[in-house]
């Protein structure tokens, strides 16, 4: 886990396309702490598959920092950046801790992630064992005894979803409100 300082937060920044390893050099130089979620995927080269790593959200990365007007207009100069994803024009969004823990805690655990469509309803379940315990997000259901968590970064409107056992979740509350 970073450090935090008082105003720091993480924050969702759009990249131009295949820049991520670039800006998070970049940004790590500049004495930033970029957070770039990786999966292991195949690629075909030379007739042969070789696992690479790709970002989990292509076209993005997050940063923790505590943005003033001069750390923006730093950030905002990194070659590759597009702009930090807000909620308005003039209002910086925070993506909740609670999101970048479970997307950390997914990327260090060596399981497989797949992208999946952001899911608006849903049985909302915590993760009891394994290394994703403590987990939150939303259960569906593939088979009897297996389904999937999903996990979303509403900042983003992207989800990822993990293969997990049924009997090693439980739900945290009702359904998840379907939102308009």
Not at 135 to 144: A, L, S, T, Y
Not at 146 to 170: F, N, P, Q, T, W
Request: overall charge positive; aromatic content about 8%.
């Amino acid at each position: 886990m970073l450090s935090t300082v008082a105003n720091e937060a993480w924050y969702a920044v759009w990249l131009r396309s295949n820049y991520e390893h670039a800006v998070n050099q970049q940004l790590t130089a500049k004495g930033f702490q970029p957070f770039l979620p990786e999966v292991r995927t195949w690629s075909r080269r030379a007739g042969a598959r070789h696992a690479i790593s790709a970002p989990m959200f292509p076209g993005y990365l997050f940063v923790r920092a505590a943005l003033d007007k001069q750390r923006y207009i730093d950030l905002l100069k990194v070659q590759g950046v597009v702009r930090v994803l807000e909620d308005g024009w003039t209002r910086l969004t925070p993506v909740p801790d609670a999101e970048i823990d479970a997307i950390q805690q997914i990327a260090s655990a060596g399981v497989d992630v797949f992208p999946c469509a952001q899911l608006r309803g849903g049985e909302r379940v915590r993760v009891l064992e394994g290394p994703l315990a403590g987990i939150e997000g939303v259960f569906v259901h593939d088979r009897p005894s297996k389904g999937r968590l999903v996990v979303s970064v509403d900042m983003l409107g992207r989800s990822i979803a993990v293969e997990m056992h049924s009997a090693a979740v439980e739900p945290c509350g009702g359904p998840q409100p379907t939102r308009q």
